[in-house]
């Protein structure tokens, strides 16, 4: 009996089978005059094939997929509709299969400089990785586990939202980016920068913003950080801890509106409408741009009106 591996190839026979009963000779036909004798079969080389970028890419474009590859260069297959596996073993300088959106398997043992395979449909990566520099996960909203053995500089997995925990074993030594993904921390033994949006964050604000204060935001002095600290914080928690001041009111079909400005330094002041919803009862904080002055033209602005006398809602809801 033959087994069958996970990506679907015919693996050798147990050694301990006793090898199958050999079938009877068939009788000697001889062929007919015209017809010509078809060519030799060849074997197909043992081994790894090694293969020119070119060649390498139009060999697996023709489903003709080998189960060992090395590319003499970089293999560029970005956006291809019909590639739906890549070779159980990959050796190249950069491999890019970004938006590759019917492709499930990657290698098992893949050593490249570089790999971006970002919006593909892979669902798990496993066995031994090498990317010396970057590797580019991020949009494959599928993935839910990475390769044991995994070596990189750094790593890209946002926007992966299954992704909830990495392997043990990993290996990282510059950054690591998280946003949007569906990690809640990091390996014990995993020493790495972590990235939100490209920005440097802290555990705390990457997997722990219930955690934060509105003080942790008010001091920061870089721009940038401040304001992917109030992303994870939330506008709605940063009012109601700070409060802010009321530069107008009036009333809509929900009651009171305010809006309100909290100054920041170094940085413009966040102003935004607090409004009650008339249906809910709910109250909602809505960012709006630092140059508006009053309430109404706030809500126009949020309604996509440039002009408020153009904002005219016969029903607020």
């Known amino acids: 009996m033959f087994s069958i591996n996970a990506r679907g190839r015919q693996l050798r026979r147990p050694a301990t089978e006793a090898p199958p009963a050999a079938e009877p000779a068939a009788a000697y036909r001889p062929r007919p005059a015209g017809v010509p004798t078809p060519p030799p079969q060849v074997a197909q080389p043992a081994g790894p094939v090694r293969a020119t970028p070119e060649v390498a890419r139009a060999l697996l474009l023709s489903g003709r997929m080998p189960d060992e590859l090395i590319v003499s260069g970089a293999l560029r297959l970005n956006g291809e509709q019909r590639l739906r596996e890549l070779p159980r073993l990959l050796e190249c300088t950069h491999l890019e299969v970004n938006d590759c959106s019917t492709l499930e398997l990657l290698p098992e043992r893949l050593r490249a400089t570089s790999v971006q395979a970002a919006r593909t449909a892979i669902r ?137 400005s909290i100054p920041l330094e170094g940085d413009e002041p966040i102003v935004a409408l607090r409004v009650i919803c008339p249906s809910t009862a709910h109250t909602y904080v809505l960012r709006v741009p630092p140059h508006l002055r009053t309430c109404r033209r706030a809500a126009a602005w949020l309604a996509g009106f440039e002009n408020e006398h153009d904002y005219r809602p016969l029903i607020e809801t």
């Open 124 to 260: 798990e990566l496993t066995g031994d990785w090498l990317v010396r520099e970057s590797l580019n996960l991020s949009g494959c909203r599928q993935l839910r586990r990475l390769p044991e053995r995994l070596t990189a500089r750094s790593l890209d997995v946002s926007n992966c939202p299954l992704l909830t925990q990495l392997p043990a074993t990993i290996h990282l030594t510059h950054w690591l980016e998280v946003a949007g993904s569906g990690l809640t921390g990091l390996p014990s033994g995993l020493r790495v920068n972590i990235h939100w949006q490209g920005t440097a964050v802290d555990e705390r604000t990457a997997f722990r913003p219930e955690d934060l204060k509105a003080v942790d935001i008010l001091n920061v002095r870089n721009v940038t950080r401040r304001r992917v600290l109030l992303e994870r914080f939330g506008l709605d928690r940063l009012v109601q801890e700070v409060g802010g001041l009321i530069i107008d009111r009036d009333r809509d079909a929900g009651g009171e509106r305010q809006l309100l």
